[in-house]
């Protein structure tokens, strides 16, 4: 059970243990159509920069702007938030992400000319919007559904994914190209509205009290603080997310030109990762998180050895596979694990937007060394290069070193004796 008065209201609770009710399943609504929006035409916005001018390198760099942009932006809001309230934060979040596509429908073919601009905007309007969600995600969540809310998470993001990239590149290789680019654009704007209507019933938060600048700095330099195992291991979570959130639909495009391909490599894989989330949202629970962790980051690394004998369609697709079968077991015990520690005393839980911009510092700094290093690469070496295959092996093998930080922080019983008193008595926790 958290700490936190905002949970004492009855409408925010699951009615009976790891269910999802309610606000649960507003908030999983908002987010399956923002990730349907960015399904639909997030996927092949590296592919239209890169049709431009054949460059790994711009679409790194508008990356690279958009993780920055992202995470300054988590930081700067973090008082408004506390301020103003989530969600308006989140449906700031939405509009802006709409002006982005907008934006990119009206520049057309000069896109790619305002690549760096463009990373900004779609960067600042995740910073809003996922800030927003992750405080929404923490409060509605208890610890009893949380592993139960991010596998059903995971399963609509598969099956959103499965359909709306495969759709997209359908709809853009009949239209003969930009036309199509306009057409699902233009779909992607729609859902984003639907998305800004939905968040107008999630229920609104009151003023947070006042923010403090300096508090991510403080949590780290506290010898105690189990973020200082935590934020190095979301780091490193970053570190890898931040080049595959784009890379592996890029060098389908790239090694096929065909934006059919990359659709139907969506599809396949996110149908492998839908049930494999469907399936570790019911059996992964708090006790297994340890086990399925290191198991998952694991088989992520080991999934990437095909790149080695060159990158093919078919070898991308082998590595799109594994990645979707064995990243929920990767994810879903850390993702709950870091919203469940913002959850062990009251303290914490009252810093709840401080720590969520903690994490999401973290992630950020690792996402920034992870494009640096792909941009460095891309600089240097043909997309079919050895060296991008080792890169990514390198990156994908991050996360190993990840579990070996908060290995044991992910067991039950030692999380129990972490949360007692001085007296020995538990405390009450999420």
């Known amino acids: 059970m958290e700490v936190m008065s905002v949970k004492s209201e009855s409408a925010l609770r699951p009615s009976r243990e790891g269910a999802l009710h309610g606000q649960p399943?507003?908030?999983?609504?908002?987010?399956?159509?923002?990730?349907?929006?960015?399904?639909?035409?997030?996927?092949?916005?590296?592919v239209y920069l890169f049709k431009a001018n054949q460059s790994y390198a711009l679409v790194g760099w508008f990356s690279l702007l958009q993780y920055a942009?992202?995470?300054?932006?988590?930081?700067?809001?973090?008082?408004?938030?506390?301020?103003?309230?989530?969600?308006?934060?989140?449906?700031?979040?939405?509009?802006l992400s709409g002006g982005f596509y907008m934006a990119v429908l009206l520049l057309g073919g000069k896109a790619a000319a305002w690549a760096a601009p463009l990373g900004l905007l779609n960067g600042t309007a995740g910073g809003f919007y996922w800030l927003a969600y992750n405080v929404l995600y923490f409060e509605i969540t208890e610890k009893d559904n949380r592993d139960a809310y991010n596998g059903m998470a995971g399963l609509l993001g598969s099956a959103v994914g499965m359909a709306a990239p495969f759709l997209s590149g359908l709809v853009i290789a009949g239209s003969g190209g930009n036309k199509g680019y306009t057409v699902i654009f233009s779909v992607s704007l729609a859902l984003f509205g639907a998305a800004a209507l939905l968040s107008?019933?999630?229920?609104?938060?009151?003023?947070?009290?006042?923010?403090?600048?300096?508090?991510?700095?403080a949590e780290l330099r506290q010898r105690a603080s189990p973020w200082r195992r935590?934020?190095?291991?979301?780091?490193?979570?970053?570190?890898?997310?931040?080049?595959?959130?784009?890379?592996?639909?890029?060098?389908?495009?790239?090694?096929t030109g065909a934006e059919q391909k990359v659709g139907t490599y969506y599809l396949v894989t996110s149908l492998v990762g839908m049930a494999a989330f469907w399936l570790c949202g019911r059996k992964l629970g708090p006790e297994r998180r340890r086990a399925g962790m290191l198991v998952g980051t694991l088989a992520l690394a080991a999934v990437l050895l095909p790149l080695l004998g060159g990158m093919t369609y078919s070898s991308l697709l082998l590595v799109g596979i594994g990645t979707a079968l064995f990243s929920p077991l990767?994810?879903?015990?850390?993702?709950?694990?870091?919203?469940?520690?913002?959850?062990?005393?009251?303290?914490?839980?009252?810093?709840?937007?401080e720590l969520t911009v903690l994490r999401e510092l973290a992630l950020t700094a690792?996402?920034?060394?992870?494009?640096?290093?792909?941009?460095?690469?891309?600089?240097?070496?043909?997309?079919?290069?050895?060296?991008?295959?080792?890169?990514?092996?390198?990156?994908?093998?991050?996360?190993?070193?990840?579990?070996?930080?908060?290995?044991?922080?992910?067991?039950?019983?030692d999380s129990a004796v972490r949360a007692a008193d001085p007296d020995g008595h538990a405390r009450r926790r999420g």
Do not use: H
């Not at 399943?25 to 908002?30: D, G, I, K």
């Not at 992202?70 to 509009?95: D, E, F, N, P, Q």
């Not at 107008?200 to 700095?217: C, N, T």
């Open 25 to 46: 399943l507003l908030l999983l609504a908002v987010l399956t159509l923002y990730n349907g929006a960015n399904a639909l035409s997030g996927v092949f916005v590296p």
């Open 330 to 353: 990767y994810l879903i015990p850390i993702t709950s694990s870091v919203f469940d520690l913002m959850g062990r005393s009251e303290e914490a839980a009252a810093s709840r937007v």
């Open 366 to 413: 690792g996402r920034l060394v992870g494009v640096l290093a792909f941009i460095y690469i891309a600089g240097r070496s043909a997309p079919d290069s050895p060296a991008f295959a080792w890169l990514l092996l390198a990156l994908g093998a991050a996360p190993i070193a990840g579990w070996a930080f908060i290995r044991d922080r992910l067991r039950p019983e």
């Open 69 to 95: 942009a992202g995470g300054l932006c988590v930081y700067l809001a973090g008082s408004w938030v506390k301020r103003k309230g989530l969600v308006a934060s989140l449906r700031t979040g939405i509009a």
């Open 230 to 255: 935590f934020a190095p291991a979301i780091v490193l979570q970053g570190l890898r997310d931040g080049v595959f959130l784009f890379v592996l639909g890029l060098a389908i495009y790239a090694s």
């Open 200 to 217: 107008a019933k999630i229920r609104k938060r009151p003023p947070q009290g006042r923010y403090r600048w300096s508090f991510p700095a």
